[in-house]
């Protein structure tokens, strides 16, 4: 039997999804990524746990990460952060909470080095995203603009990169925006459900325990 790997994922209220004491996966993509996985090849020995914390920006990721990742040694590695960086920027009495870009990118790419240089494992970035169709829309330029950034990140650090608004904007030429998010930013579980299979998907090719076609 190959070693356990250990799966970690951070980010914000999207990852941790009401996750609890009770709930330690929460309820959304983690726990559903965990079930796939458990169903499909129960004698894959992948521990994950989720570390997503809701509200949190690249800045709150910084000032956890040394215990919230470099302490717990993980085999892989998969960050979702952003949109609340740019969210703050757009909600009133909040504006001074919203990062810049350029320090969302040095942030990011200073972490994830970080995380890297501390021991051998694998990482991956999945990308921001806003469940609106309209590209006029200021928010989801903004958002755009974090989208380009991870994946320069990606780039620079030989990580990749799963853009999730790209699996929304497909999703979304086929059904309408209020059957993924009520608020733009939260997901239903069927959101849920598309970035779990996407994060596998890109987990199959590039993760540690998995080789391509063993999940989906």
């Known amino acids: 039997m190959p070693p356990t790997q250990r799966w970690l994922f951070i980010g914000d209220s999207i990852t941790a999804a009401h996750r609890s004491d009770q709930e ?5 993509y983690v726990h559903l990524l965990h079930c796939l996985l ?8 992948i521990v994950i746990e989720n570390a997503g914390q809701s509200g949190h920006t690249v800045r709150d990721l910084k000032r956890r990460w ?3 990742v470099i302490a717990r040694r993980p085999d892989q590695l998969i960050v979702s952060v952003g949109i ?4 703050r920027a757009f909600e009133p009495g909040r504006e001074d909470q919203a990062v810049p870009l350029s320090e969302y990118v040095e942030t990011l790419t200073t972490l994830v080095a970080q995380a890297k240089a501390s021991r051998p494992m694998s990482a991956l970035l999945l990308t921001p995203f806003l ?5 006029h829309d200021p928010f989801r330029q903004a958002v755009l603009e974090r989208v380009a950034a991870v994946r320069d990140v990606g780039e620079q650090l030989g990580v990749p990169v799963v853009s999730l608004q790209e699996k929304f904007d497909a999703a979304l030429a086929h059904r309408p925006p209020a059957e993924w998010s009520d608020d733009r930013v939260h997901v239903t579980l069927e959101g849920h459900m598309l970035i779990a299979l996407a994060t596998l998907e890109a987990l199959e090719r590039s993760g540690p325990g998995l080789h391509a076609g063993t999940v989906l």
Do not use: T, Y
């Not at 330690?24 to 959304?28: F, K």
């Not at 469940?131 to 590209?135: C, F, M, R, T, V």
């Open 66 to 68: 040394s215990a919230d």
């Open 84 to 87: 609340n960086d740019v969210w």
């Open 24 to 28: 330690p996966l929460g309820r959304g």
């Open 38 to 45: 458990r169903a499909q090849h129960p004698e894959l020995p």
């Open 131 to 135: 469940i609106e169709p309209s590209p």
